[in-house]
């Protein structure tokens, strides 16, 4: 990759509630695309959240700690505006399945004629991650019983585990 092509600073934008493992993977490889990543955490007041705005700054700044050039904001509004506030330039999306691409691409159109100076850039999800949904950690989590904390481990990061149970009362059923 070109110095030029590394000079670019994305967002990477989500209610990421809870975080997984394949978001930690958008993250991972958008630290590496790019030479400043931020994850901005999407607030949307309508939208019932298993963790607070707050926690999830928290936890996912725990997860992301170890990458030097990526920094966790939490933001409401349209993305556009949050990207410009930033000072970036790209906007980084996660590809799991074939509707995501239907949704993602009408969402890209409509950041485009909102910010036509702010480029899309799709990052498709590891094969591995490609199945990993916020409502499939949820029932796992609520539903998983005793080794709920066990079972989570294939889906997110060891830091959202604990808390993760707790929401769910320790995992039990």
């Known amino acids: 990759m070109s110095d030029s092509a590394r000079n670019f600073h994305a967002v ?3 209610s990421f509630d809870p975080l997984t493992l394949g978001h930690l993977d958008i993250i991972e ?6 030479s400043r990543l931020t994850v901005g955490i999407g607030i949307n007041p309508e939208k019932a959240a298993l963790f607070t705005p707050e926690e999830r700054l928290q936890l996912t700044r725990r997860v992301v700690a170890s990458y030097a ?4 904001r ?7 505006d949050f990207v410009r ?4 330039s790209v906007i980084l999306r996660g590809i ?3 509707s995501d691409m239907e949704s993602e ?4 159109l409509a950041n485009r004629s909102l910010a036509p100076d702010v480029e899309t850039v ?6 591995s991650h490609s199945h990993i949904s916020s409502s499939l950690i949820k029932q796992i989590a609520q539903l998983g019983g005793p080794s709920a904390a066990e079972r989570l481990q294939a889906f997110v990061p060891a830091e959202i585990i604990a808390p993760l149970c707790r929401k769910f009362g320790g995992g039990k059923q």
């Open 12 to 14: 990477y934008v989500g």
């Open 29 to 34: 490889r958008g630290a590496r695309l790019f």
């Open 69 to 72: 050039n990526v920094d966790v």
């Open 74 to 80: 939490c933001f409401t509004g349209l993305t556009v």
């Open 85 to 88: 506030a930033c000072g970036a």
């Open 96 to 98: 799991r399945t074939l």
């Open 105 to 108: 691409f009408s969402l890209a």
């Open 122 to 127: 799709f990052l498709m999800a590891a094969e």
